[in-house]
């Protein structure tokens, strides 16, 4: 198994363009997130979904969309990127089954610089 | 509202040594889950252990146990005998109860640096 994979691994983008990164999962995972990184502040959730053709709203989900259509695949888009969206991006999943540990398991990361 | 505070921006320790790193939450479900995970510098992030709110015993894993005092909403990470390879970002995580959607809240994170 691939497990959790992203593109690109680095993006530099300008200010006011768009963007789609990637996140795909092989393991049949129900649960998807996406998470942001920045200095100081630990990770905080932009949107997740339970499944196909469900998704909701995390922490800080404004200037982000998405959208999930596979089971495999939860692409996260910037509709016009700008600097303060400058973070490492990190898409996770795991099983949502009600019992047990159902850690989330992290893709490697896509550091996106907006200047 | 579920909110997780790790109070130790960064930590020194000597290697062979145990390393205690505080995580405190608060949450008002009756039911969840608490995650210690390892970002090395590499970047990736790596599940170390897991302790559900009802679960009897402090969850171990090899060298990693965890220190659960669930009157006191604390979860502190006990790391012993540590390795040069231990030096990382170590963040505690919170789940929810099993309706809440799955969603992990973080804390800010703690670097430990092993010294030789």
């Known amino acids: 198994n691939a497990g959790v994979t992203q593109t690109p691994k680095f993006q530099v983008l300008k200010t006011g363009q768009s963007m789609t990164l990637q996140c795909a999962q092989d393991?049949?995972?129900?649960?998807m997130s996406w998470y942001r990184q920045d200095p100081g502040m630990g990770l905080r959730l932009i949107h997740y979904s339970v499944g196909a053709g469900i998704t909701d709203q995390g922490e800080v989900p404004n200037g982000y969309n998405v959208s999930r259509s596979t089971t495999e695949d939860f692409p996260l888009r910037l509709l016009s990127a700008a600097p303060s969206q400058t973070s490492v991006y990190f898409c996770?999943?795991?099983?949502?089954?009600?019992?047990?540990?159902?850690?989330?398991?992290f893709g490697p990361g896509t550091r996106l610089t907006v200047t | 509202a579920q909110k997780i505070t790790q109070t130790q921006p960064g930590m020194f320790v000597q290697e062979k040594e145990a390393v205690t790193l505080d995580c405190t939450y608060d949450?008002?479900?009756?039911?969840?889950?608490l995650f210690w995970y390892k970002q090395p510098s590499s970047g990736e992030m790596i599940f170390l252990i897991y302790?559900?709110?009802?679960?009897?015993q402090n969850a171990t894993e090899g060298r990693y146990s965890l220190n659960f005092q669930k009157a006191r909403k604390s979860a502190n990470l006990v790391i012993s005998a540590s390795q040069l390879g231990d030096s990382a970002m170590y963040f505690c995580a919170m789940r929810g109860s099993f309706s809440n959607d799955y969603k992990l809240s973080f804390g800010a994170g703690t670097t430990v640096t092993v010294r030789a």
């Open positions: 949450t008002s479900d009756p039911s969840y889950g």
């Open positions: 393991m049949n995972h129900e649960y």
């Open positions: 996770a999943s795991s099983y949502s089954t009600g019992t047990g540990t159902n850690e989330q398991y």
């Open positions: 302790q559900g709110s009802y679960d009897q």
